[in-house]
């Protein structure tokens, strides 16, 4: 399955150059509003050692890292609801993402102009945060009439919904995204046919100069403060950094580059774990030799399920599963010992798959 996340924030907070960091494209990078106009697409190979160790254990003729593909989304400003700036279209783009990662200016620099004058990124994120829903009001208002006319069939479904529609939209005229409505699974199902902006689900990112991507600034502390009843995540990375780190050729400079930096990690595998656990998704491996392959999943799936983002026959005619742990797979070193030791499991159709499975499924279609 294919993950899709957008990166919003407003103009020259650093997204740009962090896209191109992240993904080794070139979206131009230019200190004035309005740089990208049409959401760029990048895709970012999600680094995964366990990926690396079945590899080096198998020796496959080939090896398929999964991936998350990034959408790099103009700056809104202030009235992008209205169409200010190029609003509309830039929140038509924000439909089609999986998760937001919201990035904000949290370093101090006179080169490079900020959109309202002064670094504030509780302000900024303000200003995001209304846009969205601003929009997502507009929206509701647009589908009301409709439930409303259903409504009066006094059929149970057309009335559920038109009750629904309604604690919705007191939700959202009240200030509050549609992520923070707790709503049963048709209420749930509501929301994801209405699309709205702010019911996807969001990473902070605070962008921030080299010296404060360990322990951050009175920037990010601030920022952090102000969102804690929001239960999100917020990473610290230096846009800079990573594309210093971008431009290095061997994994041996990146290792150096970062002991030197005080990191541990590149910012880029912060941002897709983060990522990842915002979604809920797991990995799971399979692994011959002809290809050693990692597939993302939603966690909680079952094995079905799981084998139908290989194929769609494999979940038709799944019979069963063929399943090794990853850490016996690695302690044991190969396939065939973990079978002589009798650690390999078969499982059947209520299986749920674990975070790092070594599977081989089998089907008939």
């Known amino acids: 399955m294919a993950l899709k996340c957008g990166i919003v924030g407003l103009p020259n907070v650093g997204k740009s150059t962090l896209f191109n960091a992240l993904t080794s494209a070139k979206a131009l990078a230019a200190n004035y509003p309005f ?33 998350i593909e990034i959408l790099d989304i103009a700056g809104l400003i202030k009235g992008a609801s209205k169409g200010e700036g190029l609003g ?11 998760a937001i990662v919201h990035v904000v200016r949290c370093f101090e620099d006179d080169n490079v102009v900020h959109v309202d004058g002064a670094v504030d990124p509780v302000r900024d994120k303000e200003v995001i945060d209304m846009e969205l829903l601003l929009k997502d009001i507009e929206t509701l208002d647009k589908r009301y009439d409709k439930y409303q006319k259903q409504a009066k069939t006094g059929k149970r479904e057309d009335l559920r919904a038109l009750e629904l529609a309604k604690e919705i939209k007191l939700h959202l005229d009240a200030g509050k ?11 749930q199902n509501m929301l994801e046919e209405l699309f709205l902006l702010t019911a996807k689900p969001v990473l902070y990112v605070c962008n921030v100069d080299e010296g404060s991507v360990v322990d951050g600034n009175h920037h990010t502390k601030k920022f952090q403060e102000f969102i804690k009843s929001e239960d999100a995540e917020v990473i610290l990375i230096s846009a800079d950094i990573e594309s210093d780190i971008a431009q290095l050729e061997t994994k041996e400079e990146r290792e150096e580059f970062l002991q030197d930096m005080g990191l541990e990690e590149a910012g880029v ?29 939603m966690e909680g799936w079952k094995a079905p399920q799981a084998a139908g983002v290989i194929h769609t026959d494999f979940e038709k005619g799944f019979i069963r599963a063929e399943v090794i742990k990853y850490q016996e797979f690695v302690s044991r070193g190969s396939e065939k010992a973990v079978k002589e030791a009798g650690k390999m499991s078969i499982e059947g159709k209520e299986y749920v798959v674990g975070d790092g499975d070594v599977m081989h499924f089998l089907f008939n279609v």
């Open 35 to 67: 740089a990208t106009k049409d959401p760029n697409i990048g895709v970012i190979t999600v680094p995964d050692p366990r990926l690396d160790k079945l590899s080096e254990l198998v020796n496959p003729q080939r090896v398929q890292p999964t991936t």
């Open 88 to 98: 509309n279209q830039f929140l038509a783009n924000i439909r089609e993402v999986d």
């Open 177 to 187: 995204p549609a992520r923070t409505l707790e709503l049963d699974e048709e209420g």
């Open 269 to 297: 595998n912060k941002l897709i774990r983060a990522s990842y656990k915002l979604l809920k998704l797991i990995t799971y491996f399979t692994a011959g030799v002809k290809e050693v392959r990692a597939w993302t999943i």
